[in-house]
């Protein structure tokens, strides 16, 4: 079946610097991938949408300059959270696509804790 | 606007009771119904699907089915097992979008 890959599964930060989270699509190519944060006892909120070869699509009250979101090929996208705080700690998921079934994998997540 | 909210846990049963986890959704279209399920330092996993009024979504012993009069997509399960034990999320598609909106989750434990 379709396996996606996150990775790393768990970074630490400080504060002020930049993490870069990478979502791969293993076995199949992902035209879109989603990027969503999950809070402690919280749904998965959609952050952003991102499209292969153009810009992300950004849900309302998401800083698009903070969350840098990069498809430059079909099989990863990445998510690059800029001058982390406290609050940006989160578990951060990443789902693409697969256009043979129209179904979505999701990846094992990333949790970031930002000190 | 589109949301769904689940029965709020954390659900803790012993093996082979039967199990429901409530799931309600409001929608502006006509939504395509999921239960996805996450094992410990797993990703999500898709558990069974609905698409259409009455539909009823099947797999690994769990069902759930698609009601629009009340509705509702309750996920049931007739003798859990300890290896069910794991957060589970129901969901919505509206029909051409391609966004899903997910419930808070329920953190279900099963003790032998």
Redesign the interface.
């Known amino acids: 079946g379709a396996v996606v890959s996150q990775h790393p599964s768990r970074v630490i930060c400080k504060s002020g610097t930049s993490v870069k989270i990478e979502c791969r699509s293993l076995d199949f190519q992902a035209t879109t991938m989603f990027w969503y944060r999950q809070f402690p006892k919280q749904s998965l909120m959609l952050m952003a949408t991102s499209n292969e070869g153009s810009k992300a699509t950004y849900e309302q009250g998401v800083e698009k300059d903070k969350f840098l979101i990069n498809h430059a090929s079909l099989t990863l996208s990445t998510l690059t959270v800029t001058s982390a705080h406290p609050e940006d700690s989160s578990f951060y998921i990443c789902s693409a696509r697969d256009p043979r079934s129209s179904g979505y994998t999701f990846g094992s997540g990333t949790r970031l804790t930002v000190v | 606007g589109n949301s ?1 909210t689940q029965m709020e846990g954390p659900v803790t049963l012993s093996e082979e009771a039967f199990l429901t986890i409530n799931c309600t959704y409001t929608a502006t279209g006509y939504p395509s119904l999921f239960w ?1 399920v996450q094992y410990p ?6 558990l069974l699907k609905a698409t259409k009024a009455d539909d009823k979504g099947s797999n690994k012993g769990f069902e759930a089915t698609y009601r629009k009069e009340t509705t509702s997509f309750h996920l049931e399960k007739g003798s859990v097992q300890v290896s069910d034990s794991a957060v589970y ?1 129901c969901a919505l598609m509206i029909q051409g979008a ?8 329920t953190r279900l434990t099963i003790n032998p």
Do not use: D, S
């Open positions: 769904v996805y330092g797993e990703g999500l996993q898709l999320f391609q966004k899903l909106v997910f419930g808070q989750g």
